[in-house]
């Protein structure tokens, strides 16, 4: 579960090994320059790409770092394996080598990648651009070991960081084979520069150079010549030609024998090579090479005891003899084995002792787990087809590592178990499903849970889980089946789980406890108990502060802001979203993403007084940081308030824009689509586009699922005022007061005076004016202590009309009376105007077309404006000429000479 | 997809201590210079697996050849 066991050790043990990721190579002292490569990557300057692309051993890395390490303030280096397989710990190392050469690198990112739920790659890799376009120097970014990458998610960030990189920045990569960007255009544009196999290859003087002057050799011409052609320039195996020569005699009789065979190079050098070593060197190459790096006491845990020498030594020796190893830090504490020779020494260890690999692998397992690093022990331990050893690990990391940006790690475990195994243990089931539910699959996530719950169910393994753990277990369970089936729209399934998953938590466990009051506050809104509700997320929220699980918490504060809301209440529930931000700050929360769901509150509430600075000002906060928490609700939450706000701007098209963005992203949560479906119709009526509207009311009025609920409640205002626009009044009415009933007998004042004021239009549309302001009255007495104030005038002209007529109103209340007097100062246009001044570009354009007798509809279309704002224009234009009707307008409009 | 047979030829001679690499595929001697991988693959994705392997060994690839499907049945 979310936070169970935040900021446990694999986070800080992951340090241990970003050096050996960050670390260039430093070229050895008697290494072969190779002069005719480095200039031509040096003249490169204007190449976006540099690719260094050849099969293993030809020296690819080497060259690389030979560049580099001539600029090396500007360059960063990044060692890629194939854990990194997983775009957060892919883009955490990504980051990490960039500090290294522009310290402010992605330091908006990195907290973003310790959430749950990982943003799209493409968000993150926008994010790091941003930050080196304030780059001062060129700098080269260098991937080595590129072919590592098989996630078509980083290929696409990488390819996108290359399109979108700065002019000063290079990208520089070495592999095996080519990745898959648009390397033609690259080539055609002359934006890339290639190193291939062909140019890697060590040329006859490049050979000289290796063999006699770095390994002094001390060969004849033509016997270089025949290395060099046997091997046919190859790097590697040069390089154990080279080795199996030093310290021999008959050095001719060996290379006419190497000429002569036809013999795999390596396979043939490398005995040759090994041969020549003492026994404990061979055991120890053997015994050591399954490991991906090496480290002196790693080393002696997997050989067991049995090396004559320290493991660092040994690995020292090897380095200073040049014999297979690479260092992969200053202070000499990792090495790699060269990959060619681990892969000769692996099949030699195959051969000649297949007995012992599993027990190494577990040895290697064992040792790495000491250490806290959960993903090398597992990998280790799946190796060695230990699947008690490789289950237990993934039974006691996944909370962890799964919670903290690193899903796909987690779900590469659970894929990696053997199926019978996680479908008949309960927790992996359950850690199945969260890790599904977090990368967003959510029938496969659900599919899991009932699983695990039959499991958990099951008479026959009763007892097999003792209290807490079975309790853990269920409960955790439970708030998730809960979350799972309120996003389906199954709202007594996700309360009946959420009741359970509080019932089964352990006194001691308040996180558990927050989490299914959480879903127990989420359900009952949606049956429609809105002060349930809001209790039980009160309940919740110092519960999951307190478990760590500060999402959660967050985004439980934000449903507390949204159902106040309906319930009247405006600056509590700010306060409450205020004092929250207040501890993130104190806490040291503040890029947490999941802060955005507080502002996303904030500006909920603050855009409902009218206060549209300050609710632009929380929605680009929540923008910037809360964005992706991929909660359905919040992202729903975010489209509706920022269109509200663009609405109230006058922009429409930014309105629908707003919610356009999230649309394809609630396809997997039916509730949260409807919601965000009526707010579209409400968009469509503002375009004027009745039909959209209608046939959006058809099917509101159909779709299947629960009747309860603030979002059927939602639509059902929607509807009446679709049935208004429709010229049915008497239907919308029916409508609204079915609605008021639940309104009010459930406590929801916020959304009483909503049905209130629309009843109030309704009745004035339909010849009753008494009525209209005995309504209006009741919406304003509920209004004024709290300040609900954008409801009203979202209603503009037709509102304003209607106040204007307050005299006549005998019944209402004094605040009703001043709220009336403060919204008809906002209502006027002219509020502020003393003297009527002359026609604006834009209103003598409305003046035109009302002139040519269209209606406001007409005008706002033809105008793209939404229909609030030509009312506005059109009642300014009223009070600039005095004009007291359209017709009296236009007379007045000749005569004056302004048509 | 069904298993197929395929046949990997690759420069060099490859000798027997290289079977474990290639569980699935028969090691034979093809000519003096030429190895021959033999054997059946589940599909696509295990013949990429053997290719990788290849080349991570920088062993040079001259063809890959695939057979008649197995029939299941036969």
Redesign the interface.
């Known amino acids: 579960m979310p936070g169970t066991e935040q900021t446990q050790n694999e986070f800080g043990a992951s340090r241990v090994l970003l050096e050996t990721k960050l670390y260039m190579p430093s070229p050895r002292p008697n290494a072969v320059s190779r002069p005719r490569l480095i200039d031509l990557l040096d003249r490169a300057r204007n190449a976006r790409l540099i690719l260094i692309s050849g ?4 020296g690819k890395t080497s060259l690389m770092a030979e560049w580099l390490s001539a600029k090396p303030n500007t360059a960063c280096w990044l060692s890629l394996d194939a854990t990194d397989n997983d775009p957060g710990v892919f883009l955490g190392y990504l980051i990490a080598a960039l500090q290294t050469v522009h310290p402010g690198a992605g330091r908006g990112v990195s907290p973003l990648l310790r959430s749950s739920q990982l943003p799209p790659v493409e968000d993150l890799v926008s994010l790091i651009l941003n930050d080196l376009a304030s780059v001062a120097r060129d700098i080269v970014v260098a991937l080595d070991d590129y072919h590592s990458i098989t996630d078509p998610a980083i290929h696409s960030a990488v390819a996108l960081f290359l399109e979108r990189m700065p002019p000063q920045v290079q990208l520089a990569i070495a592999t ?2 080519d990745p898959p960007f648009p390397l033609a255009r690259l080539r055609a544009q002359g934006r890339m520069v290639e190193v291939r196999a062909g140019s890697l290859r060590f040329t006859p003087e490049e050979a000289s150079s290796f063999l006699n002057d770095s390994m002094g050799l001390a060969l004849p011409d033509d016997e270089v010549l025949t290395l060099a052609g046997r091997t046919e320039g ?1 790097a ?1 195996g040069l390089q154990m030609a080279a080795l199996s020569l030093q310290g021999r005699s008959d050095k001719a009789a060996f290379i006419a024998e190497f000429a002569g ?7 043939f050098l490398i005995e040759e090579v090994l041969s020549h070593e003492p026994e404990e060197v061979r055991d120890f190459l053997l015994q050591t090479s399954l490991l991906e790096r090496l480290c002196g006491p790693l080393c002696e845990h997997v050989a067991d005891g049995e090396l004559g020498v320290s493991g660092s030594e040994m690995l020292e020796g090897l380095e200073r003899r040049n014999l297979f190893v690479v260092g992969l830090d200053e202070e000499r504490k990792w090495y790699r084995y060269h ?2 020779f681990a ?2 020494l692996q ?2 260890l ?2 000649v002792q ?1 007995e012992i690999v599993e027990t190494l692998h577990r040895r290697a397992s064992e040792w790495y787990e000491s250490q806290g690093l959960a993903d090398p022990a597992f990998n280790h331990a799946a190796a060695a087809a230990d699947w008690p050893r490789a289950a237990r690990l993934v039974a006691a990391n996944w909370m962890p590592v799964g919670h903290t940006g690193r899903a796909a790690t987690v779900l590469r475990w659970l894929q990696a178990l053997p199926e019978d195994l996680v479908r008949s243990d309960p927790w992996l089931s359950t850690a199945f499903a969260w890790i599904l539910w977090l990368v967003a699959d959510i029938e496969g996530a659900r599919e899991r849970a009932d699983e695990a719950r039959a499991l958990l169910d099951d008479p026959a393994r009763a007892g097999m889980f003792a209290p807490p753990q079975g309790a853990v277990m269920s409960s955790g369970l439970a708030s998730l089946r809960s979350l799972l089936a309120r996003q389906m729209g199954e709202v007594e399934t996700a309360l009946a789980a959420a009741e359970e998953s509080i019932r089964e938590a352990p006194e001691d466990m308040p996180l558990l406890k927050g989490l299914g009051f959480s879903a127990m506050g989420h359900s009952l809104g949606e049956l429609g108990d809105t002060e349930g509700c809001v209790d039980s997320l009160r309940t919740a929220i110092p519960l999951l502060w307190q478990g760590a699980n500060h999402f959660a918490a967050m985004a439980a504060a934000f449903s507390v802001a949204k159902n106040e809301r309906l319930r009247g209440h405006l600056r509590e529930p700010f306060e409450l979203c205020r004092s929250l931000l207040a501890r993130t700050d104190d806490e040291g929360l503040a890029g947490d993403p999941a802060v955005g769901a507080l502002h996303l509150g904030m500006a909920l509430l603050s855009l409902e007084q009218d206060r549209l600075e300050e609710a632009k000002h929380h929605l680009e906060l929540a923008e910037q940081l809360g964005r992706h928490a991929g909660l359905v609700d919040i992202l729903v939450g975010y489209a509706a308030t920022l269109a509200r706000l663009k609405l109230a701007e006058g922009d429409l098209p930014g309105a629908l824009a707003a919610l356009g963005k999230v649309e394809s992203k609630v396809g997997g949560a039916p509730l949260a689509a409807a919601e965000l479906r009526a707010f579209r119709a409400r968009l469509s009526l503002a375009e004027g586009d009745l039909d959209q509207a209608r046939s959006w009311a058809q099917w509101a009025e159909h779709r299947p699922g629960d009747d309860r609920g603030h979002t059927r409640e939602h639509e059902a205002t929607v509807i009446a005022r679709v049935r208004l626009a429709e010229g049915k009044p008497g239907e919308a009415l029916r409508l609204l007061r079915k609605g008021l009933e639940a309104a009010e007998s459930q406590g929801r004042k916020g959304r009483a005076l909503e049905v209130h004021l629309l009843s109030a239009l309704v009745s004035m549309d339909g010849g009753d004016p008494a009525a209209a302001l005995a309504e209006l009255g009741i919406a304003l007495d509920l209004a004024e202590p709290e300040g609900y104030t954008l409801t009203f005038l979202e209603e503009g002209e037709p509102l304003r009309l209607l106040l204007e007529r307050r005299a006549a109103a005998t019944t209402w209340s004094e605040r009703a009376n001043r709220h009336a007097a403060h919204l008809l100062a906002s209502l006027s246009p002219d509020a502020d105007i003393t003297s009527p001044g002359p026609l604006s570009d834009r209103e003598l354009e409305v003046l035109r077309l009302i002139a040519a007798g269209r209606s406001n509809k007409e005008i706002a279309a033809a105008l793209w404006l939404t229909l609030n704002t030509v009312k506005k224009h059109s009642s300014n234009i009223f009070s600039k000429l005095g004009a007291g009707s359209r017709t009296e307008a236009v007379a007045i409009a000749r005569e004056q000479g302004l048509l | 997809m069904h298993e197929q047979i395929y046949e990997i030829s690759v420069q060099g001679s490859l000798d027997e201590a290289w079977q474990v690499w290639f569980d699935e595929m028969e090691i034979a001697r093809e000519s003096d210079d030429i190895t021959l991988l033999r054997g059946v693959l589940q599909d696509q994705s295990a013949l990429h697996g053997v290719l990788n392997h290849l080349l991570n060994l920088n062993l040079k690839l001259i063809s890959v050849t695939s057979c008649c499907p197995i029939d299941p049945a036969g």
Do not use: K
Not at chain 1, 55 to 58: D, I, K, M, S
Not at chain 1, 261 to 267: A, Q, V
């Open positions: 099969p293993a051993g030809f095996r084979f190859w590697a065979t036809n013999r795999f190079i390596l396979d990959h060619l892969e000769v099949s030699q195959r051969r297949p």
